[in-house]
């Protein structure tokens, strides 16, 4: 079997590349998220952190909600569970953190 172009694997590429953009643009979508994003900064926050906060930037779409958000933003790559943390009683709560500092958009074709 022969290779195909090298031009065809660039264009394969960037359309892996757009896609992963277009999975971060419907991650991003809304100001919860970027809050969300922003709650956790640098460094991480347990799901009951990023709660409270998000009740006091006045959000209260409750605990299914908040794991909605959560989950848009991992599946996309943006945060990951960073580990458990036992508070009280119960079951432990995730501590999550970004899985990203940046995002780098290329939107010039590095060929052409």
């Given at each position: 079997?022969?290779?195909?172009?090298?031009?065809?694997?660039?264009?394969?590429?960037?359309?892996?590349?757009?896609?992963?953009?277009?999975?971060?643009?419907?991650?991003?979508?809304?100001?919860?998220?970027?809050?969300?994003?922003?709650?956790?900064g640098a460094?991480?926050?347990?799901?009951?952190?990023?709660?409270?906060?998000?009740?006091?930037?006045?959000?209260?779409?409750?605990?299914?909600?908040?794991?909605?958000?959560?989950?848009?933003?991992?599946?996309?790559?943006?945060?990951?569970?960073?580990?458990?943390?036992?508070?009280?009683r119960g079951?432990?709560?995730?501590?999550?953190?970004?899985?990203?500092?940046?995002?780098?958009?290329?939107?010039?074709?590095?060929?052409?």
């Amino acid at each position: 079997m022969c290779d195909p172009p090298s031009d065809t694997h660039a264009k394969t590429d960037r359309m892996t590349e757009l896609q992963r953009l277009k999975g971060f643009a419907k991650a991003l979508h809304g100001p919860a998220r970027w809050d969300i994003i922003d709650i956790i900064g640098a460094g991480t926050a347990t799901t009951d952190t990023i709660r409270e906060e998000m009740d006091e930037r006045g959000y209260d779409f409750g605990r299914s909600g908040l794991y909605y958000h959560l989950s848009e933003l991992s599946d996309a790559g943006l945060i990951e569970v960073a580990g458990y943390v036992e508070e009280g009683r119960g079951a432990p709560t995730k501590e999550w953190t970004l899985r990203q500092q940046t995002i780098e958009i290329d939107l010039v074709n590095e060929d052409g």
